[in-house]
């Protein structure tokens, strides 16, 4: 089976600090994407990668960067948090495939409160 | 751009009763379309998919048909259980943006009591 993990189940930061949410995947994926999830709003992607070293901005990338060093680890950074980035956040990862017909695979995600 | 809509929920249900989410859909492209669900507490996971027009997905009991016609992919099953209580997301991934990155709806909260 495919196990993304997150390193933080649960996550408390103070504003304006530098924050840093890694993700780990274990079946050579080239995919991998960054989500936050809202009640009321579901889920809307930050970032995304397709390979080492590239990333695609998502639809909400404003305040966020992220980092692909290595193809199995991404990593989302807020680089000033701020209230209102309090959120679950989802990491997800796919195989490229051909077509659209990979699903994604989650993380349990981590729950991030900014103060 | 492309959209996922979901009836909203909660939607509560009696054990053994049938269920259905609606859920429609508008892509530029042909999309596969997806169900994710997502326990408390935990990620989403793949629930089913279909990839083309008139395929059916089924799992766990729960099936959805991709019509065509009417941008649909209604989720349903004949008798629920106490432990489907979960979140609920359809979802469509188009490859015509380049990439294959998925759109989600807002998610449907299914609750089965006893």
């Known amino acids: 089976d495919v196990k993304v993990t997150q390193s933080s189940r649960y996550l408390v930061k103070r504003t304006g600090e530098k924050v840093f949410l890694e993700c780990v995947q274990d079946m050579d994926h080239e995919n991998m994407f960054w989500y936050r999830q809202d009640p009321g709003l579901g889920l809307r992607l930050i970032y995304f990668?397709?390979?080492?070293?590239?990333?695609e901005k998502g639809d909400i990338p404003e305040g966020y960067s992220v980092s692909r060093e290595k193809k199995e680890r991404f990593s989302l950074i807020l680089e000033s948090a701020s209230t209102n980035q309090t959120s679950m956040y989802l990491c997800?990862?796919?195989?490229?495939?051909?077509?659209?017909?990979?699903?994604?695979?989650f993380g349990d995600g981590t729950r991030l409160s900014i103060l | 751009g492309d959209s996922v809509t979901q009836m909203e929920g909660p939607v509560t249900l009696s054990e053994e009763a049938f269920l259905t989410i609606n859920c429609t859909y508008t892509a530029t492209g042909y999309p596969s379309l997806f169900w994710y669900v997502q326990y408390p507490g935990e990620g989403l996971q793949l629930l089913l998919k279909?990839?083309?027009?008139?395929d059916k997905g089924s799992n766990k009991g729960f099936e959805a048909t991709y019509r065509k016609e009417t941008t649909s992919f209604h989720l349903e099953k004949g008798s629920v259980q106490v432990s489907d209580s979960a979140v609920y997301f359809c979802a469509l991934s188009d490859s015509g943006s380049g990439y294959s990155t998925l759109t989600f709806g807002k998610g449907t909260m299914l609750l089965v009591s006893p």
């Open positions: 997800a990862s796919s195989l490229l495939g051909s077509g659209s017909n990979q699903p994604q695979h």
């Open positions: 990668s397709y390979d080492v070293k590239m990333k």
């Open positions: 279909a990839t083309k027009a008139d």
